[in-house]
């Protein structure tokens, strides 16, 4: 298989090239089709922007593999790949017992206007939480967001921002720090890894999409695709079973040890405490509905930890405080954050669509091998 040739084929640019890719590819081969499209789309410009999602299978499937893409925005570019990836490879070989649910850009405003956040600037990988009982803020939180939303008028200022936080990090801990960057907060709009007050429309949205199309299943397996952890165009696991579970043990026979190396992806450090993850609400409400999962949020990784801190940190000033850059430079700094999220580079393109297809066929073997294991 070519994988460098397939690679540039799926090399999104943008948000409309990888929607309508996806709805041509879906309609092609047969696909269920549905169209949950966003509030405030369409913008005055015209852009329309929505969830899309596509069926497989046998409607009344009990084993179902549900894979989605776009949690934050722009990181949709790889998902979508590989969503595309499993219709072109894998769809026509679906065993008559298997049913495959692709949600294609659940954070269709952050995809279509470049950002990692929702039109609200709520990181929605934080968003999943009961908002009646929320995460308290920590006697850093104040200090870590203060640090992190120096700016001036042309851009975060990288240089102070670093520097708060090194200091931070010797008077309370790097992991602690590291901890309060990207858990999640629920004290400031306008700061970084911000969960929003109460559930955005995408969450509101993929819990219909899970309540309408998973009631039925038994066993489901479930992926969340992003970008930005790990080594430069390898895949990075992240599995938040407890590591003697069944789930657990499942998800490391079929991904490999992979599953259980956290260390790699955060410098050494602690994996952070995340709250209100997508992954972790979708496997607690298949489960509540009487199935068993197998489940990882499935990263591709960029570059280091300090570049894709800077990304972040880019992408709240454009949202939050860039009320007058020139349309030339605006679009300087999102293709800036757009490279740090999905290189322009074929090199990690086809890494990534390698990767990618072995991941996808191991799921595939994995969930049907699931499948025969019923009584």
């Not at 920590?138 to 990288?158: F, H, I, M, W, Y």
């Not at 911000?194 to 969450?203: D, I, L, V």
């Not at 602690?270 to 979708?282: F, Q």
Request: charged share 20%; with cysteine; net charge negative.
């Amino acid at each position: 298989m070519n994988f460098g040739a397939i690679a540039e084929e799926y090399a999104f640019e943008n948000y409309d090239e990888a929607r309508t890719s996806f709805l041509k590819k879906v309609n092609a081969t047969g696909g269920i089709l549905r169209t949950y499209l966003h509030p405030d789309s369409p913008q005055l410009d015209g852009t329309e922007f929505a969830i899309d999602t596509a069926w497989y299978g046998p409607k009344d499937a009990d084993a179902v593999l549900i894979m989605v893409s776009g949690t934050h925005g722009l990181e949709l570019f790889s998902g979508s790949a590989m969503q595309r990836l499993w219709v072109d490879n894998f769809q026509s070989a679906l065993p008559s017992n298997i049913g495959v649910l692709l949600v294609h850009s659940v954070n269709a405003y952050g995809s279509a206007y470049y950002s990692r956040t929702t039109e609200n600037n709520v990181d929605l990988n934080r968003n999943f939480i009961d908002f009646s009982d929320q995460p308290k803020a920590t006697a850093l939180t104040e200090k870590v967001q203060n640090a992190l939303c120096v700016s001036k008028p042309k851009g975060p200022r990288n240089m102070i921002v670093a520097a708060n936080l090194l200091c931070l990090a010797i008077r309370h801990g790097k992991s602690k720090v590291v901890n309060e960057i990207t858990g999640g907060q629920y004290e400031r709009r306008d700061g970084i890894g911000f969960g929003g007050f109460a559930p955005e429309w995408s969450n509101r949205m993929l819990n219909q999409i899970v309540t309408e199309n998973l009631t039925n299943a038994k066993k489901v397996a479930i992926i969340d695709w992003h970008t930005g952890i790990g080594s430069y165009g390898e895949p990075f696991f992240l599995c938040f079973d407890s590591p003697n579970s069944p789930e657990f043990r499942r998800a490391e026979t079929w991904w490999g040890a992979a599953v259980n190396d956290d260390a790699a992806g955060y410098d050494g450090n602690d994996r952070p405490d995340y709250s209100g993850l997508l992954l972790k609400s979708v496997k607690d409400k298949v489960q509540s509905l009487g199935a068993e999962t197998t489940s990882a949020v499935i990263e591709f990784g960029t570059f280091s930890n300090q570049k894709m801190l800077q990304a972040l940190l880019l992408d709240r000033w454009l949202r939050c405080e860039d009320f007058g850059s020139e349309p030339a430079k605006q679009a300087a700094h999102i293709n800036q954050i757009r490279h740090r999220f999905c290189p322009n580079d074929p090199v990690w393109r086809e890494s990534v669509i390698k990767e990618g297809y072995s991941i996808l066929n191991q799921t595939m073997q994995g969930l049907s091998s699931w499948k025969k294991t019923d009584g």
